[in-house]
């Protein structure tokens, strides 16, 4: 796309726990290019997703300086994260995570995060199913 124009991306994430909500719990997204990272985000709260189903849904704007003009492979990988130490595991620690291929025309612009509502499924985790629209 030309100046001004972008791709953003719509993720939800699910709740699947029967008795849990997902307060204990953080994500992170991040953008590669041709296996390399090339942007990575800082740890983001799911919050008090409820149980049976809960919803958390967001839209990502891919920042203007993380790809090259010629793209190869693009990729926006998302991770799910402890967001405190546990007795099996330190704060951090990766649970689960998801890649979800990238179009190779995508327009970049910069990054923000903020509330959607259009989502189409791209994806089902052990933990919560991530649902992106275009």
Request: charged share 20%; net charge negative; aromatic share 8%.
């Amino acid at each position: 796309g030309g100046s001004g124009e972008g791709t953003s991306i719509s993720l939800s994430f699910r709740n699947l726990f029967n008795f849990v909500d997902l307060a204990a719990y953080e994500w992170r997204w991040s953008l590669l290019e041709d296996g390399v990272k090339v942007f990575e985000s800082d740890p983001l709260g799911f919050g008090a997703v409820q149980p049976n189903g809960g919803e958390l849904k967001v839209e990502l704007a891919i920042p203007c300086s993380s790809f090259k003009l010629q793209a190869g492979e693009r990729v926006l990988q998302v991770s799910v994260l402890l967001k405190d130490n546990t007795s099996w595991a330190p704060r951090g620690h990766e649970l689960t995570w998801h890649q979800q291929l990238l179009p190779a025309e995508l327009s970049v612009f910069p990054a923000q995060l903020k509330h959607v509502e259009r989502l189409r499924r791209i994806s089902t985790l052990e933990l919560l199913a991530v649902e992106g629209g275009d």
